[in-house]
């Protein structure tokens, strides 16, 4: 995984209500794209012959076509850091949010000081919201964003499970404060500006 976005679903609560014109998904991170370095070439998921099933995208259905293929590799090489990082992307792209939280798990384990962890620690944390456990996923932003105290997403993550989910709204403002002030031109910086000025206007 290099330069993820990462998409949040916000729901219906406080923070969906702020963010008005942004919508309910939530585009979260500078991160642009997937790379897919532990994957062979895709290929088309079984049982879906004839192209791509009813309602998904391209990228999904190729997300589809490597799970396998990464699970191969993974039974050669159980200790390949990447391809269990593949593998939970391609989870994640396909809405398996446990089969991701789990491959996940297995990269944090073999390598958690690895240079790219707190991207790891991030969308693990992204699925563990989806499956709505608010504490283990502000716990997995939080590591994040202490492996690497400037990691824009997870501060962004941070706030938006204090203020959606927790309803915490003093300790989202503290967190989305601090990302304005570490890089208030950066995407997330407009996003944490534009949040913190529709709290204070509630």
């Known amino acids: 995984m290099e330069n993820r ?22 585009w979260i991170g500078s991160n642009q794209g997937h790379t897919h370095p532990a994957a062979p070439a895709a290929a088309p998921a079984p049982g879906m012959p004839g192209g791509m099933p009813p309602g998904m995208g391209q990228g999904q259905v190729e997300a589809f076509g490597r799970i396998n293929a990464t699970k191969a590799a993974l039974e050669r090489d159980p200790k390949n850091f990447d391809a269990w990082v593949q593998l939970g992307n391609d989870y994640f792209d396909t809405h398996q949010p446990q089969a991701s939280v789990d491959a996940y798990a297995k990269a944090i384990e073999l390598n958690p000081k690895h240079p790219r962890i707190a991207d790891v620690l991030t969308d693990q944390g992204v699925m563990l919201r989806e499956l709505k456990a608010y504490d283990k996923a502000l716990a997995n ?14 501060l962004l993550n941070i706030g938006i499970v204090y203020a959606n989910d927790l309803k915490d709204t003093a300790a989202a403002r503290k967190a989305w404060t601090r990302l304005v002030e570490l890089a208030p031109d950066s995407p997330q910086g407009q996003q944490a500006k534009a949040l913190l000025e529709a709290i204070q206007a509630q």
């Open 5 to 26: 976005n990462i998409l949040i679903g916000l729901g219906t609560g406080l923070v969906a209500g702020l963010l008005g014109g942004f919508g309910l998904g939530y």
């Open 141 to 154: 932003f939080k590591k994040a964003n202490a492996a690497d105290p400037k990691h824009l997403p997870s």
